[in-house]
């Protein structure tokens, strides 16, 4: 496992709602499902 990405999701799980979205909008504006990008 990635010890980065798990230290990184368990720094998120401690930020408030609003920062989680900011950090959405910052990267995915239109809030695109994103799925088909990840699986292919």
């Known amino acids: 496992m990635d ?3 798990i ?3 368990k720094a998120l ?3 408030n ?3 989680k979205i900011n950090l ?3 990267n995915n504006p239109n809030w ?3 799925y088909f990008k ?3």
């Open 7 to 9: 230290a990184r999701e």
């Open 17 to 19: 709602r609003a920062w």
């Open 32 to 34: 695109d499902d994103l």
């Open 3 to 5: 010890l980065v990405a």
């Open 24 to 26: 959405i909008e910052q």
């Open 38 to 40: 990840l699986i292919a």
């Open 13 to 15: 799980k401690k930020w």
